[in-house]
Nanobody, 121 residues
């Protein structure tokens, strides 16, 4: 079984910064794309940023220039550096990854449990 565990959420003032991390653990053979999604109250979950194993990156327009996604393949980790945070960034942030487990034949998509990010005005 594979687990994704996020850390780094919290309460920050508008204009502040936070760094989220996500660690994948378990019977992992390989990890493909990794990403961060968020879900605000009453809204659908949306993509924030994603990164392929080779380093190709995609950002939501709302976070371009403020957020930076990165990963460490050797450690099975993905990060989200969030700068110039705004109240509208308030949401639960979820880690997501395509994981190829040992003994299986393909990638399977996994989600973390989520971490709360609250930005006060």
């Amino acid at each position: 079984q594979v687990q994704l565990v996020e850390a780094g959420g919290g309460l920050v003032q508008s204009g502040g910064s936070l760094r989220l991390s996500c660690a994948a653990s378990g019977s992992i053979f390989n990890i493909g794309a990794m990403g961060w999604y968020r879900q605000a109250p009453g809204k659908q979950r949306e993509l924030v940023a994603a990164i392929t194993r080779g380093g190709r990156i995609n950002y939501a327009d709302s976070v371009k220039g403020r957020f930076t996604i990165s990963r460490e393949n050797a450690k099975n980790m993905v990060y989200l550096e969030m700068n110039n945070l705004k109240p509208e960034d308030t949401a639960v942030y979820y880690c997501n990854a395509d994981v190829w487990e040992i003994g299986t034949m393909d990638y399977r998509n996994y989600w973390g449990q989520g971490t709360q990010v609250t930005v006060s005005s």
